[in-house]
């Protein structure tokens, strides 16, 4: 099942100022698109907020805005009804599944980071609201739910990812038919061009410094691994409703197009631009309205050639994992995220090195068979076990160098 309403239909027209809900303001996606409120105060209405700890960071953030909010994590919620900051504002007892549920608002920005942004997002769709899914995670674990789930509320769901963004604006008002495949580009990560027996040795600053854009730290390890593209296969397959053989990836490493479709009749279309995730966010958000923003173009001169090489699943074997997990389907791709998750986690506290992570993933699918997904109490269940399974294999591997005996 795929979600049909976008994008080879038109993007409703919503009344101005558009109400936003936005999960996961202290992140990345978050930041900017406080920016994007502050640059269309008259068109943009901030309604609600969720974080799930970081309170502190979110009064600086909000300055002056005065968005209901919630913060998920009780003790942090605790903590921030007693500094008295955000005043009766402060929501009592409400997580980020509640306000999407309760909050007014047209459009929920979901840039929530994990599988923990799907609840939020079937909320959100159950009100027949626009989803700005910067949660790609949603899809990933929960992909046939939300498209149900849209289908149901009369929801719209516009992709946030800059791949898929592209994918909807060069797919806009066509037919599916129409449609031969698509091409996400990859930037290839900081280890594009890194030899297999040095990949054993790279750090975490090392895998921290992405070359072109500039995200929070999960992406940031995904896109290292090539674990965000293989995620990005699996989005794409639900949004668009595609056979995972017709989703092709190409690494392009300046990131200028950031992907394309290919129509029967060989035409190929693409949508260039610079690296700024405020351009697919505020596409998301409006809807294809185009509103006017400041920021550095693209130059085709200063670029002078656009370069493009095939991945490579023997030195990134997260792609090859995440594609097969989508193939397969039911719990397969759940499992493949939770441990992702875990494993992530699990470097950037300096646990595990680099190139033990696909190895970790790796086991965990191998130990949980895929089942199918009936509901959302079941994903959640598969989501629980998987993060079990590799917390224990985790904990299997410390003390012993390196995991990638398993792949
Ligand atoms: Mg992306």
Redesign the pocket.
């Known amino acids: 099942m795929s979600i049909p309403l976008y994008p080879f239909a038109e993007p409703r027209s919503l009344p101005e100022p558009l109400r936003l809900v936005l999960l996961g303001a202290t992140g990345s996606i978050g930041e900017q698109t406080l920016d994007l409120v502050r640059r269309f105060p008259d068109r943009l209405k901030l309604t609600a907020v969720a974080v799930n700890q970081r309170w502190e960071d979110l009064a600086r953030l909000l300055g002056d805005l005065e968005p209901l909010v919630s913060v998920g994590d009780p003790a942090a919620r605790d903590a921030a009804a007693g500094a008295g900051v955000f005043g009766d504002r402060l929501l009592p007892g409400a997580d980020a599944t509640a306000l999407a549920a309760a909050a007014e608002g047209d459009v929920l920005v979901n840039g929530i980071v994990g599988a923990a942004g799907l609840a939020p997002t079937l909320a959100a769709a159950a009100r027949g609201w626009r989803i700005a899914l910067a949660n790609k995670e949603s899809l990933v674990v929960g992909g046939n739910l939300v498209s149900a789930a849209v289908i149901a509320g009369g929801a719209e769901m516009l992709p946030v990812?800059?791949?898929h963004s592209a994918l909807a604006q060069c797919l806009r008002g066509r037919r599916r038919e129409d449609l031969d495949r698509v091409v996400l580009t990859a930037s290839g990560g900081p280890f594009r061009e890194t030899p297999a027996h040095q990949l054993a040795n790279v750090t975490l600053e090392e895998v921290l410094n992405h070359p072109t854009w500039d995200m929070g730290p999960k992406i940031t390890v995904d896109s290292a691994t090539l674990m965000?593209k293989g995620l990005?296969i699996i989005e794409a397959h639900h949004l668009f409703g595609l056979d995972y053989a017709d989703i092709d990836v190409v690494v392009h490493p300046g990131s200028w197009v950031h992907s394309l479709v290919v129509l029967r009749d060989g035409a190929l279309l693409a949508q260039l631009g610079m690296p700024d995730m405020r351009l697919p966010l505020l596409y998301a958000i409006t809807g294809e309205q185009r509103w006017p923003l400041p920021g550095e173009r693209l130059d085709l001169l200063e670029v002078g050639r656009l370069e493009f090489e095939a991945p490579d699943t023997e030195r990134f074997p997260c792609l090859r994992l995440a594609r097969e997990a989508g193939e397969k389907g039911g719990t397969a791709p759940i499992t493949l995220n939770a441990a992702n998750e875990v494993a992530v986690a699990a470097l950037l506290d300096r646990r595990i090195l680099y190139a033990d992570l696909p190895g970790l993933v790796s086991s965990a699918l191998d130990r949980l068979p895929a089942a199918p997904v009936a509901d959302l109490q079941a994903a959640l269940a598969a989501d629980g076990e998987a993060r079990r399974v590799t917390l224990e294999l985790l904990t299997d591997h410390d003390g012993t160098p390196t995991l990638r005996g398993n792949l």
């Open positions: 990812d800059s791949e965000n990005e």
